[in-house]
């Protein structure tokens, strides 16, 4: 490859005149004079101070402290940081230099001084900016929310005839079938044309039954056995037990010999925990509490007669409602009689079965009975020494070791006839009325009213169940339709540390009341106060004594010895 070379030339002449630099005099060639009044034509700028930084910028704020200037000193680092001149370890002179320091007037000066700058810290620290937004960014423990519940589904009764839906059972293995328990319990109105049969329903279908369960007595309850769940037991009209196994049919495969069954209708059944599982119980308006092996069904495994306690004269008092639950306890029972009493019954092996207390009887040192029957016996799922009743027109909260309600709703508008607990939540609880709304409790946000209140039907409400993971609910209704209903995530899903809080609630509750029967008990051991009769009247000396003055006293007479006395009423009655 070649190279080329390029070579630009230029005469001198071109560039121009070369510079020559010489050392001359300085000479004034201009002047301005100084003129004042030509600066107001400008306007002064002001003084900008900008800083670039990537450190993000504080300013000070009311709730800020003052800054305190630190200084480096130095100081003996042991108790109370003694001058050089006093040994610390020797009390007799740490002792004179604190009276000495105590009575040196500057000390009191400076403790004065110190207490001020103290006094403003903490105001400062204690002041609240008012349009600040506090704790944004930490979460409640318990946010209160608009808690609802939707109808899925309604199931109605395909009989022409209407009848009551008296009982609701879930399907143990999960929100898929119900059993409801058709039957009309007033008295004398069942005709002949009514029909006897009860229904099982798939959630998924919802014209058609799933299932028929026939008897020749219409059903009153019946449950799925909880570990096979193709066996139901059913209590009847006639006080007859049914036992079902749906894989032999619709019809009974066994029934209780009408020689040892009830001889009023069966108004609740459980299934027991057993190997077997085929232990039950049942209990009617007879006032027994019989238990049965389905296995046998032509006689009893044991039985309780439902009394008042009274030695002399017991009265029976019949059942309407039965509770049992594994946790409380394989021997514990709670039935709620027609009385408005619950009875506690305790059944041991090789021994017969006991009644220890009587909840809400007067003449055993109790209080606070329903009114009327007691359709509803409900353990605390979370906390199970604590169960609700209903009867009358309120729902109340008892405890095992009390024989009085512990706590109790203000009473209803309406007549109730269910509760039910949630199993998930342990202070959510759901009561059925006869105006046709379910009102839901929750005692975890608010204990003197209503959390939430759905009108379900034109009709009045019988019964409800709700399915073991809390999700729905089914109501059913006097007209033979079962509702069924799903609850919003506030009632399904429990807060944090809820249960804990509401055994603590319980907990004081339960000394509340314990404290009140105990000073009830003080106060009626003290001697009474001096007291005469007069004309079969009892007088209390103190509290006749204190009227009588405040009588005079407004009527504007003064003085010990006016109106009468006890002894003059006493000497007048002629000492009676």
Aim: hydrophobic share 30%; net charge negative; glycine share 8%.
């Amino acid at each position: 490859m070649n190279e080329y070379e390029y070579i630009y030339m230029k005469k001198r002449k071109d560039f121009g005149r070369y510079c020559n630099f010489d050392d001359v005099e300085c000479k004034i060639i201009g002047q301005i004079d100084r003129s004042p009044e030509c600066g107001n034509m400008y306007v002064e700028q002001t003084i900008l101070n900008l800083v670039l930084d990537n450190i993000a910028d504080f300013s000070e704020h009311s709730v800020n402290t003052a800054r305190v200037q630190t200084k480096s000193r130095i100081m003996i680092h042991t108790e109370g940081g003694w001058p050089k001149e006093v040994d610390y370890s020797e009390a007799q002179d740490t002792l004179k230099f604190r009276k000495r320091l105590e009575k040196d007037p500057a000390f009191v000066a400076s403790v004065k001084q110190l207490t001020k700058q103290t006094v403003m810290c903490l105001e400062q620290n204690n002041t609240i900016d008012l349009f600040e937004h506090y704790f944004q960014l930490e979460e409640p423990d318990h946010l209160p929310e608009n808690l609802t519940m939707k109808t899925v589904a309604l199931f109605k009764d395909p009989s022409d005839e209407k009848r009551s839906v008296t009982k609701i059972g879930w399907h143990p293995e999960g929100p898929t079938k119900i059993v409801g328990s058709y039957s009309n319990l007033r008295f004398q109105r069942m005709t002949d044309e009514m029909p006897m049969a009860s229904f099982i329903w798939d959630v998924n279908e919802r014209n058609v039954p799933l299932t028929e369960l026939r008897t020749t007595s219409p059903l009153i309850c019946c449950q799925f056995n909880s570990k096979n769940s193709d066996l139901l037991i059913g209590g009847s009209y006639n006080g007859i037990l049914n036992y079902y196994d749906l894989r032999k049919g619709p019809t009974p495969l066994y029934k209780s010999s009408v020689e040892v069954s009830h001889y009023d209708p069966v108004y609740d059944v459980v299934w027991l925990q057993s190997k077997t599982g085929t232990e039950c119980a049942s209990v009617s308006s007879d006032g027994r509490l019989l238990f049965w092996d389905v296995r046998k069904m032509s006689e009893v495994t044991d039985e309780c007669l439902l009394t008042d306690g009274n030695k002399d004269e017991p009265k029976t008092l019949g059942g309407v409602s039965l509770e049992w639950m594994q946790e409380a306890g394989p021997t514990k029972f709670l039935v709620g009689s027609e009385h408005g009493i619950t009875l506690a019954c305790t059944k041991r092996p090789k021994k017969a079965v006991e009644i220890g207390t009587w909840f809400g009887a007067e003449d055993r040192g109790g209080y606070g009975a329903h009114f009327g029957p007691v359709y509803c016996v409900k353990r605390n799922p979370f906390h199970v020494k604590y169960f609700l009743t209903v009867g009358d027109w309120c729902c109340k909260m008892w405890m095992e070791e009390l024989k009085g309600p512990m706590m109790q709703t203000p009473y209803y508008p309406s007549f109730l006839s269910s509760a039910c607990w949630s199993p998930t939540r342990a202070g959510v609880f759901f009561v059925s009325r006869h105006d046709g709304r379910l009102d839901t409790w929750d005692y975890f946000y608010r204990m003197n009213e209503v959390s939430l209140s759905q009108k379900v039907s034109d009709y009045a409400l019988t019964s409800l169940n709700v399915q073991a993971q809390g999700g729905f609910i089914a109501v059913g209704d006097a007209e033979g339709t079962i509702t069924l209903l799903q609850l919003c995530d506030g009632l399904v899903d429990p807060a944090p540390n809820e249960k804990n809080l509401i055994g603590q609630m319980f907990d004081r509750e339960t000394k509340r009341e314990k404290n009140l029967e105990q000073i009830k008990k003080q106060s009626g051991a003290k001697e009474p106060k001096a007291e005469v009769k007069n004309d079969g009247i009892t007088i209390d000396q103190a509290d006749y004594q204190g009227r009588e003055k405040a009588f005079f006293g407004e009527v504007g007479m003064t003085g010990d010895d006016l109106g009468t006395n006890l002894t003059g009423i006493k000497a007048a009655s002629g000492g009676k």
